[in-house]
Each structure stands twice: as C-alpha cells, then as structure tokens.
C-alpha cells in the first residue's frame, strides 16, 4: 500500500466498488476488466484502476479482476473482515429507523445499543431485535459492555455536541452524525455527518434550474446483465 494519504472520496468509491462485485458474485462472474465494470456501473475505469492502485496490484494482465478475489481485498482494505457493533444516541424517529433498518448486516455492522435521555423511551425495546433503549447516562459503561466500536448520533442539533463529548470521553474513534450542525471532534476522532436537509436542498436547486439537466444515455446491455437474465429465464 502507498504511503500518501487516502481521501475520503477514494473510500467512498471503494465501498461503491464493493457493492458492485458483490452483484456480479451473485449473477456468476468469475472474471471482470476495469472497463467492464465500469461500463456495466456507470463508473470510471481510469478512476477504478486509480483508486486499487493505492492499495497494491490486483490485476492480472490479458484476465481482468478475479471478482471474489477483488471483494474479498476491498472486504478487508475496509475494515469490513471483522464485525462493527453500533450504539445510536437518540430514540426518536430516527434513530429508531436506523436501529430497525436490516440493511448494516451485509456489511458486518449490527446494532446492539440505543440510548435516550426521555425517561418514557428508557426501558423500551426497539424492533425485531427488540435492542433495549438505556439511559445515556449509562452510555460509556455500556459501550464498554457491549464492545461497541461504532456510533451514531441521532439527536437534535442543540445536544449533538454535547452527546459528541460523551462519546469521546468513552473512547469511541468512529462516529456518525445525523443532527444537523458541524462538530469539533478530538484529534484522532473521525466524525461523518449525513446532513439530509442540505441534500434536499441541492436537489432543490436542480429542480429550479431543469435546462441544466441531462438526459441519461439507454446503457448498453453488458455481460452481467446477459448472465442475470440467463438465469431468470432458467428459473
């Protein structure tokens, strides 16, 4: 692996990346070439072969990327080897979503801990998993617990930082955030904020200028897209 520094943009293609082989294990492809996959997806092949290029060589000269041997080298580049257990601070609507949603287990993530400071929510359970809403007082001895190394705030702007702090001070290093406001983390602390509003708002923005926008070329129907429906019809 490079020495320099990897951007967060290249870790965000590489999960992107990932998604991708996963479909193409799933329709039976052994084999695919940067080009294939980045015309069957959309991407960009001097961009794919860019961003692997980081992490050592993985290709193989006239065959392309064995698929499983790929996903199985981002799988680990990621961290994604090894199972992230997830705390979420804030038992409204939200953080009640995210807790109920299934889609964290395909990438070895798993909610196991929900805290709140509404004495009405404390003691409940959430979902199928029915993971039990804790006092977020209780927060850094939980964590401990449970192993935790992964959490969410889901909490309104006013208390975010606040509830920040309080991760910290427990020793968690990943964090994602949901309020809408920018944080201050320490030093070795990673904070990604999903801020939906803003989004909302850029797409705003498209609609209110539609001459600016482009039509979508039809894809050509590529080799993934053969197999998948082989199979559909042999079903």
């Not at 799933?26 to 961009?47: P, Y």
């Not at 290029?53 to 290709?59: A, H, K, P, T």
């Not at 964590?143 to 959490?151: A, R």
């Not at 602390?189 to 001459?211: G, I």
Request: proline share 2%.
């Amino acid at each position: 692996m490079k020495s320099e520094k990897i951007s967060e943009l290249t870790t965000s293609r590489l999960s992107v990346y990932l998604r991708c082989l996963n479909t193409l294990v799933a329709a039976g492809i052994k084999t695919v070439s940067s080009q294939a996959l980045a015309e069957q997806f959309n991407l960009n092949s001097a961009q794919i072969r860019k961003d692997l290029g980081y992490f050592g060589e993985f290709g193989v000269r006239g065959v392309g990327y064995y698929v499983n041997d790929l996903r199985d080298h981002i799988t680990k580049i990621l961290g994604l080897d090894r199972p992230h257990r997830v705390g979420i601070v804030g038992a409204g609507r939200l953080g009640t979503a995210l807790a109920n949603y299934n889609g964290f287990g395909r990438s070895n993530f798993t909610v196991v801990a929900l805290f709140d400071n509404d004495e009405q929510k404390i003691g409940r359970r959430i979902g199928d998993e029915e993971i039990l809403v804790r006092d977020v007082q209780q927060l850094a001895k939980v964590i401990g617990h449970e192993s935790i190394d992964v959490m969410v705030v889901a909490v309104p702007a006013r208390a975010a930082q606040k509830v920040l702090n309080q991760i910290m001070s427990a020793g968690i290093k990943a964090v994602l955030n949901f309020a809408p406001v920018p944080l201050t983390a320490r030093l070795g602390v990673k904070v990604k904020t999903v801020d939906l509003t803003t989004s909302l708002e850029s797409l705003s923005y498209f609609l209110a200028r539609p001459q600016m926008g482009s039509i979508t070329n039809a894809r050509r129907k590529t080799r993934v897209d053969e197999v998948t429906e082989q199979k559909e019809q042999e079903l």
